[in-house]
């Protein structure tokens, strides 16, 4: 038996082939004043299993490149202006709509924020997923319905089969995640996109929500791309964070490594600003400014007006994003000489 | 301490068309007592439909309670006539989670400062613009914005905005509702530290709003916990983050998302297997908790707990021995 270990040791290691890779993206929207720019060179890839957190602010362009990975775009005005977004190999910013509508829900699948809001109203959930299922897994009725009952047993709805005709109303917000959770997983995709999915939750639903989320992807090998705000969250479920700022990623780490020793004056500022427990009438160490709207960010680092440690440089171009130390990718001309400061 | 402002027994329900219960209005706020000292920040955390927000307006007479009494300087704000009753609301002011909704969009942001002095105070209009472009300045905005209107704004300015607005009748309370929910994560901190440093210069008492328990750990001096419209545990801040007696304040502490490592670590032995979906809430006789609880005895289903005294915070639970001088 130990003779094809050996062969496998031999052979050269296989780079392993990101399920999602994402290179130079850019999107830009119609408004009244012509095309402007809200997603600016966005590069960044998943391997399979792995759960990558896309963290910003308002503003920044992470749903936007999110939309624009599951080509969502299509029935906005925005427009993917260049780059590529490859799924397993294959480039998705080019495929017929009829196509990337079979991926959707059976490779690539997205739940929002406010989950009430994306299921319809008027079908009972259990209607809701098992069209999905059978649409992608062309399954007859009753094993559609079967297969939407299974799958809302394994989010954790108590009496499933019972509540399979129960309308979207009927459920409490963390439930309709669950359900979204439900409907998304049922065709079996390899990637969920899932956008700040427990914003709108309470702290006690967000973390029962999140548990199961980190479950049923160690179950189903699922991809995430998670988009969020709170670095807790990033923290507690996420192996890889990148940071946007302003339609650029400003800084790509693994998540441990980015908490404890950011890089980017940026993110820095955003780990300071979180209270902490305990501190009481403590000031909050804050950024100043506010966050620059598409169509109008500054020349040169877009960060720079608001950074503590910008230099003449800083004003004048905009620094690649670039990988300087063991896995860590920076945006920042200052990053090796600086020694930010992160979690304890 | 002088109590600013004292809330005893305060019920209210809301509605009672629902079609599945018409003959019955559920009761959103269950009998709650509170009070706040000068120059004191209290926070008052708790989930969605705990009933903090109704408790805040209550607290200022912009919902009436059902049942219960405020008193505000030992005065009872329901025995107050108009005369009375305006001049408290120029003294309890209120701020908003979403400024963009709290301010009229077709006012210049000056003149919706301007006209609480306005309603509150007999100055004359150069002193009035005077004094507004002085808050203006105060809350970190230029007064030459005096004339523009909210959507000149970002949410953060906004929100410098209300606060403008808030203490411009130099009030001795403000209950802020969720002041910085709605705004981005960089802009909070500023927002708070505003609040702060207001708060140290004019000595006024804040009722601190908010789900975020670590903002309200960070900035309160004592925190009260609500959980389904009832105060489940109250005390120091400090005590009840740090020694926490109630089973929904440890839950409620065990979900917040923890960045350092370490940390995590040492608490994930404790947390419940949280994949599970609670039981449904029990409508019956016993504490509100009893169905989630994980530590219930068979008297939690029976019996509503009184508020007893244990550690040094004031806990609504029957897993410490009551005590008859704990609400008094």
Known sequence: ???????????????????LAVEDLRVS????????????????????????????????????????????????????????VRFDGRELTTLPEKQLRTMRGSSISMIFQEPRRSLD???SVGSQIAEVAARHLDLSRRDARRRAIEMLDRVGIPAAAQRFGDYPHEFSGGMCQRVMLAMALVANPRLLIADEPTTALDVTVQARVLRLLGDLQQEMGLSILLITHDLGVVAETCDRVAVMYAGQIVEEAAAETLLRSPRHPYSEGLLASLPQFLDPGQRLVAISGSVPIPGSWPQGCRFHPRCDYAVDACREAIPELALKVDGHHDRCFRADELSLPGVS | MT?????????????GTGRRRA????????????SVAKGEILGIVGETGAGKSTVGRMLIRLIEPDQGTVRF????????????????????????????????????????????????????????????????????????????????????????????????????????DEPVAALDMSIRAQVINLLLSLQSELGMAYVFISHDLSLVGHIAHRTAVMYRGAIVEQGQTEQVFKDPQHPYTRELLNSVPLLDAQLRAARSSSRPESARVPA????????????????????????VPQMRTSHGAEVACHLYPSNKTATS
Request: aromatic content about 4%.
């Open chain 2, 280 to 303: 449904p809430p029990d409508e019956g006789t016993g504490c509100s908790y009893v169905g989630r609880c994980p530590l219930a005895l068979p008297l939690c289903t029976q019996q």
């Open chain 2, 73 to 176: 300087l030992g005065e009872d704000l329901a025995s107050m006539d108009r005369h009375e009753l305006r001049r408290f609301r120029a003294r309890a002011r209120m701020i908003f989670q979403d400024p963009f909704s709290s301010l009229d969009p077709m006012m210049a942001i000056g003149n919706s400062v301007a006209e609480s002095l306005l309603l509150h105070t007999d100055l004359s209009s150069e002193k009035r613009q005077e004094r507004v472009e002085d808050l203006l300045e105060r809350v970190g905005l230029n007064a030459r914005y005096y004339a523009r209107h909210p959507h000149e704004f970002s949410g953060g300015q906004l929100q410098r905005v209300a606060v403008a607005r808030a203490i411009a009748t130099n009030p001795d309370l403000v209950v802020c």
């Open chain 1, 29 to 84: 929207f119609g408004t009244d004043v012509g095309p402007v720019t809200v997603v600016d060179g966005v590069t960044f890839s998943i391997q399979p299993g792995e759960t990558l957190a896309l963290v910003g602010e308002s503003g920044s362009g992470k749903s936007v490149t999110a939309m624009a990975i599951i080509g969502l775009l299509r029935h906005s005005n925005g427009r993917i202006t260049g780059g590529s």
């Open chain 2, 3 to 15: 109590a600013l402002l004292e809330a005893q027994d305060l019920v209210k329900s809301f509605g």
């Open chain 1, 1 to 19: 038996m130990t003779r094809p270990v050996e062969l496998r040791h031999e052979a050269p290691a296989p780079t392993p082939q990101p399920l």
């Open chain 1, 121 to 123: 109203p008027a079908f």
């Open chain 2, 23 to 34: 003959d019955r209005s559920p009761q959103v706020v269950k009998g709650v007592s509170i």
